[in-house]
């Protein structure tokens, strides 16, 4: 066999290699990413919290609401009592009632958007964690498989591994070195075949001269054009 033909075989076991390596990288890339678990995680927190502010800031209008309605009260009492006959005492008073009236107001209209907000976030909170529940529940299966497909494929590439020590017998130290130079320069490809005078590399036809040249050559002889280790029938 030819060293050209050696070559060949080694570089089908190569790219047989090679999407082992992708396919492992890919599920290694699947397994860090755990499914968007994470991510779903840090949302829930998040939700989990707005809820919590919401709600606090709901509670919180509720209860100032109903202190200014005490104070509205006690000054309205004081106003109407007819215990206070200074008047300036009286403005005062009145000022002060007014300003509680308009600040309760203003509470009392707030108090409906705060609980309606923290209704809402209550509802994000537990879509989410329903999410969650889901996606970890869908996550566990996933896991499983990619942990066995990682297995799977890790043996697939010992086995090859050790087929690539053989295919690499009786292939010269100095062609190997040329090959496996090559190959990540090629994308995987560094041995092509020559289909009538026609380098299937880089499909540039070879001159005459060189195909004559390759089929008396004792070593490998390269495409002038794109520099693969050519193979002729
Ligand atoms: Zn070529």
Do not use: F
Not at 6 to 25: F, I, N, P, V, W
Not at 48 to 61: D, H, P, V, Y
Not at 113 to 130: F, G, I, M, Y
Not at 174 to 185: G, K
């Amino acid at each position: 066999m030819s060293t050209a033909r050696s070559l060949l075989g080694l570089q089908e076991t190569d790219q047989q290699l090679a999407m082992r390596r992708r396919s492992y990288r890919q599920i290694v890339e699947e397994l860090e990413s755990e499914g968007g678990i994470p991510e779903l995680k840090s949302a829930l927190e998040r939700a989990r919290i707005r809820e919590l502010e919401l709600k606090l800031e709901a509670a919180r209008n509720e209860s100032e609401a109903a202190t200014l309605r005490d104070r509205v009260k006690q000054l309205e009492e004081r106003l109407y009592s007819g215990a206070i006959t200074n008047v300036r005492e009286l403005t005062a008073i009145e000022t002060e009632h007014n300003t509680a009236r308009r600040e309760l107001a203003r509470v009392d209209e707030a108090i409906a958007p705060s609980k309606l907000a923290a209704e809402e976030a209550d509802q994000v909170h537990d879509r989410l964690k329903t999410d969650l529940a889901e996606k970890e529940q869908v996550w566990a299966v996933r896991r499983k498989e990619l942990l066995k497909e990682r297995s799977r494929i890790g043996s697939e590439y010992k086995k090859i591994g050790a087929e690539r020590e053989s295919a690499t017998e009786g292939i010269s130290p100095l062609d190997l070195e040329v090959y496996n130079a090559l190959l990540p320069r090629m994308n995987g490809v560094a041995v092509v075949k020559v289909d009538r005078g026609v380098c299937l590399g880089c499909r540039v036809r070879l001159p005459i001269g060189e195909i004559s040249r390759m089929q008396n050559a004792v070593g490998l002889v390269n495409c002038s054009s794109c520099g693969r280790i050519l193979l002729t029938e």
